[in-house]
């Protein structure tokens, strides 16, 4: 999967640097430009074709609803995520009818920035695998459980371990058709292997999947995970 190019929309430069160290602390995504007003942003726009446009809604020579709609009269294919602070329902609804794939408020946290750019990504991933989604594919993509929540979702997970990453793992691991390894599964997922490796390790013990030992062609073992 190629990087995701960013391009932010911000008329204060200090939260533009910001905002631009934040998208480069995250794997997979890669800054592509940077606009100080709605104009600029047209501009950028139609030399860059960048794939996720973060945009303030306050903007010097016009406010980010407007260079929205402008996005979407264009068809050009890049997604939103609005950047305000503007908290009024009637506006907030107005932004989502408007095509955005999310909405953060101001000041955030880092956090809150990286979720939504890893759910973003993870989106991506689904829509550009070239496979039939299921309806696990597309709750994972709006966000929506399922009405019986799953056993490890009803307890208190181990410190360092979170229910996103794990979800994230299972759902994987739902979609192949062969045992994997920790490395596969890594690969697969976007994910460190160590990381990877803690949850299969916590999936395994508590019975939601199960491990086998296989032996390669020097001999060595590798254990390998399936549902």
Do not use: C
């Not at 800054?31 to 600029?40: F, I, N, R, V």
């Not at 890049?78 to 000041?107: C, M, S, W």
């Not at 013990?205 to 032996?215: A, H, L, N």
Request: hydrophobic share 40%.
């Amino acid at each position: 999967m190629q990087p995701i190019r960013v391009m932010i929309v911000e008329d204060d430069p200090m939260v533009i640097e910001i905002n631009a160290e934040f998208v480069s602390k995250l794997p997979g995504f890669v800054l592509a430009g940077k606009a100080g007003s709605g104009k600029e942003a047209m501009q950028l726009l139609q030399e860059l074709h960048p794939d996720l446009l973060l945009l303030d809604y306050f903007l010097p020579d016009m406010n980010g609803l407007s260079l929205l709609q402008w996005i979407r009269s264009q068809h050009y294919p890049i997604d939103v995520i609005l950047l305000t602070a503007n908290r009024d329902p009637e506006h907030i609804q107005t932004i989502f009818r408007a095509g955005v794939v999310d909405y953060i408020i101001k000041p955030f946290r880092f956090e809150r920035f990286q979720s939504a750019l890893e759910k973003y990504r993870e989106t991506i991933k689904l829509l550009t695998d070239h496979k039939p989604l299921d309806q696990a594919d597309v709750d994972a993509i709006t966000g929506i459980k399922p009405y019986q929540s799953e056993s490890h979702s009803e307890e208190l997970l181990p410190k360092g371990l979170n229910d996103r990453t794990l979800k994230q793992i299972l759902h994987y691991l739902r979609k192949q058709a062969i045992p994997l390894s920790s490395e596969e599964v890594a690969s697969g997922t976007g994910l460190s292997r160590v990381t990877v490796r803690r949850y299969l390790d916590y999936l395994e013990k508590k019975g939601e999947i199960k491990m086998e030992v296989q032996y390669g062609s020097v001999g060595r073992p590798m254990n390998k995970y399936r549902l």
